[in-house]
C-alpha cells in the first residue's frame, strides 16, 4: 500500500518562502513519477511541479516558474517542493501524487496515489 504523507504547510506573508515535504512509503519508487497539485477554495484541483525519482526533466505549471523548484531525497523517499517568492495566489491545499508508470503527466488521472494534503496560506 502506497502512502504519500505531505507536511510543511502554514502561513506565510507574500514574499515569504516555505518548504513542503512528501515522504512516500509502501514502494519501491524509482520508476515513479512525482507530482505536486493544488486546489485553491472554490477552483479546481490543478498541476504544479512534477519529476521523476531517477531525475531526468522537471515539469512547472507557467504560474510557479522560476518561484517553485521540486526535488528529492533518494534516501529518505521525501520529494520537496521549494517555494520562493509566494504571492496571495498561492493560497491553496497543496497534493502530493505518485504515478507508477513514471509519466510525469499534468492532469489528476495522471497520478495512482495521492496524499491528504497540507494547507499553504499566503498573506498580503
Known amino acids: 500500500q502506497v502512502q504519500l504523507v505531505e507536511s510543511g504547510g502554514g502561513l506565510v506573508q507574500a514574499g515569504g518562502s516555505l518548504r513542503l515535504s512528501c515522504e512516500a512509503s509502501?514502494?519501491?519508487?524509482?520508476?515513479?513519477?512525482m507530482g505536486w497539485f493544488r486546489q485553491a477554495p472554490g477552483k479546481e484541483r490543478e498541476f504544479v511541479a512534477a519529476?521523476?525519482?531517477?531525475?531526468?526533466?522537471?515539469y512547472y505549471a507557467d504560474s510557479v516558474k522560476g518561484r517553485f523548484t521540486i526535488h528529492r531525497d533518494n534516501a529518505k523517499n521525501t520529494v520537496y517542493l521549494q517555494m520562493n517568492s509566494l504571492k496571495p495566489d498561492d493560497t491553496a491545499v497543496y497534493y502530493c501524487?505518485?504515478?507508477?508508470?513514471?509519466?510525469?503527466?499534468?492532469?489528476?488521472?495522471?497520478?495512482?496515489?495521492w496524499g491528504q494534503g497540507t494547507q499553504v496560506t499566503v498573506s498580503s
Open positions: 501524487a505518485a504515478d507508477n508508470r513514471g509519466r510525469l503527466g499534468v492532469e489528476i488521472p495522471d497520478y495512482d496515489y
Open positions: 509502501g514502494r519501491t519508487f524509482s520508476t515513479y513519477a
Open positions: 519529476m521523476t525519482w531517477s531525475g531526468g526533466p522537471l
